[in-house]
């Protein structure tokens, strides 16, 4: 038997078995950048659990939980993160460093503006070049 490896190969009566290496479960989900997979005593029984490292919460860990719910658990903490209103620095008309969370209907009126005090033709936002600036 050639290409086999002599650690994977049962006796088995004078014939040679060639049995699968133990796997390791592999983590492939992008999710997993963010949980850590850990053993808690619960009741007096170790149990697998997914600790979240943004809040550290608890979410079921077992052999057949998938990541769904892991997926849903980021997008909670995308929506709360969208809802809060990331802080970005920027400066003012006297060049002051200053922070400000981006609105969308604030950015929108200053658009508005802009293209109604630039006099621009409303053709201008159909342009290729336009759209994909504002997507």
């Not at 209103?85 to 969370?101: A, E, I, T, V």
């Not at 604030?106 to 201008?124: C, G, Q, R, S, Y």
């Amino acid at each position: 038997m050639e290409n086999t490896n002599e650690a994977n190969l049962t006796d088995c009566g004078g014939s040679h078995v060639l049995e699968p290496p133990t796997k390791t479960p592999k983590f492939k989900s992008l999710v997993w950048s963010l949980f850590e997979r850990v053993r808690i005593n619960e009741h007096g029984e170790l149990i697998t659990k997914n600790k979240c490292s943004i809040c550290k919460a608890l979410l079921n860990g077992g052999p057949t939980a998938g990541t769904s719910h892991l997926k849903r658990h980021l997008k909670m903490h995308e929506k709360a993160q969208a809802e809060a209103g990331q802080m970005q620095l920027g400066s003012d008309p006297h060049d002051n460093l200053n922070k400000y969370g981006y609105n969308k209907e604030n950015a929108h009126k200053e658009l508005v503006d802009f293209i109604i005090i630039a006099e621009l033709p409303f053709t201008f936002v159909e342009k290729h070049d336009f759209k994909g600036m504002i997507q």
